[in-house]
C-alpha cells in the first residue's frame, strides 16, 4: 500500500479513520442522533417529545439507514471483520453520495411543499443540505478519503499454516 507520509497509518496498517470522518456520519445520520437525543432526554423531561415535531420520522430515519450500517463498518475496520463489513467499505463514498442524494431529495420535496420558509425547521434543513454535499464532495474526491475507502485490514492468517 501506498502512503503518503502526511497519512496517520493505524496499529493495523490502513489509514487512521479521521475525527471529520466521525463527525461526517453523526451529520448525515441526525435523525438518528436526534431520536437518541430524545429517548435519552425523555426520561428526565418529557416534553423532550416534541422535538420530534409530528412524531417520529420514520422516511427520514429509513433514508439514513445506509449510513448508519456504513459507520458500523467503520466501528468494525480490523482484521476480524466480516465480509458485510469489508463489502460496505469498500462501497462507502457511494454510500455516503446515495445518502446525501436521497436526503436533498427528500428535503426539497418538504421544502416545495412548504408554504413559506421560516428559520426553522426549513432553512435548517437547507443549511444541512449545503453541508451534506460538502461531506459527499469530500469523500468522493479527497484523495485521503479515496484511499481510506480503499483499504481493509487483512484477515489474520490462520494459525499452523506454514509461510
Known sequence: MNHDHAFEIDRHGVLRIPVLFWLAMALLARH????????????????????????????WLALEAPILLLT?????????AGAWARWLWR???????????????????????????????????????????????AMTTTPYYRQMFAEFPARPEADGQAA
Open 72 to 80: 458500523a463498518a467503520a466501528f468494525y475496520r480490523q482484521p476480524t
Open 32 to 59: 438518528w442522533v436526534l431520536m437518541l437525543v430524545v429517548i435519552v432526554t425523555a426520561r428526565r423531561q418529557s416534553s423532550a417529545w416534541g422535538l420530534l415535531g409530528d412524531g417520529i420520522p420514520w422516511g
Open 91 to 137: 462501497r462507502g463514498p457511494w454510500i455516503v453520495a446515495l445518502a446525501v442524494a436521497l436526503n436533498l431529495g427528500w428535503t426539497g420535496k418538504l421544502l416545495l411543499e412548504s408554504a413559506y420558509w421560516t428559520p426553522w425547521p426549513e432553512l435548517f434543513l437547507a443549511s444541512c443540505c449545503v453541508l451534506d454535499l460538502a461531506i459527499a464532495l
